[in-house]
């Protein structure tokens, strides 16, 4: 976050917030089980915040062409009620503000837009109020925005966008800082296709219902996974990670969650010598990650970009090999 004091009288803070991507574990972790989540640092939004604007009480977001006027209440978009939302959590209803807003992360992408939205503007309007928060604080502003428009969110996405560091995330208890031993890098493709968490994850609401037996075996499967990984993570054991990629996205999968394109996608990045690769985020549409040595970026970039890959981003996750006394996130209890 910084501040600065722009010329004349207008005074502009700014809040900033990155992307995520989910490792291991989504879905299974609205069920209660363990997920590991990264944050994606290339990746941000950035609200601007102004404190003498000439239209107070407006939020403009010009990368999305959307316009929010506080006052409207009439304006039921999911922005204007996380906007709503927060500024009332601050106590800012009858303050001057405007908000400017710009985003790299693609909305519906399973790379946490929403929640890194609300943590930018949260940021920032705390910043503009000389407001201190911490991580915890903050990931428990932003889940209350969650639960808006994401029904029963795990509260994953909030936890790693306010500490920025790779979690271990289990509902109900602090998410862990996760020690990477060493670093590794993915390779992210887009399919192109929007999708929105709140629906894919009530079809795998609608499936657990009809079939909780079945859905229960996966989702323990899908835990085993995660702690495996979380394993191999602190061990630094990387190349391992590969084939647990693929052993849960089949799992995803078995669920109802890949698609046409996600499969095009992950077998694409297999095919060109991706150690594994799976969906990440809710699915159906959206994002899937690679994991790759750096030997294969170019051939799985290329081959993801000929499957149809309407982008690709190549991110490395920094080793992070702090004491475990200082690994606990303290965040909040939900539970
Ligand atoms: C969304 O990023 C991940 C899901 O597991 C939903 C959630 O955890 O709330 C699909």
Known sequence: MEETLATGTRRTVTGEACAKAILFGEHAVVYHRPAIAVPIRQLKVTA???????????LVATDINRRVVFSDEENQTSLARVLRLVVSMLGMEDLPWSIELTSRIPIGGGMGSSAAVATAILRALAAALGREFTPAEISEMVYRTEQL?????????????????????????????????????????HTGRHSPTREVVASVRYGWRDNPERYEV????????VRQARHILERGQIERLGDLMDKNHNLLKSMGVSSGPLERLVQAARNAGALGAKLTGAGRGGMMIALVTQDRIEAVKNALLSARGKSVLVTTIGANVEPRSNRSARLHRRG
């Open 218 to 225: 996966i989702f323990d499967e899908i835990a085993s996974i």
């Open 48 to 58: 601007t915040v102004n404190l003498d604007p000439d239209e107070p009480g407006v």
């Open 149 to 189: 428009y994401h029904g029963s969110p795990s509260g994953i996405d909030n936890a790693v966008i306010a500490l920025e560091k790779p979690i271990w995330f289990l509902y109900g208890t602090e998410p862990e800082i996760l020690k990477v031993q060493r670093p590794f890098t993915l390779v992210l493709g």
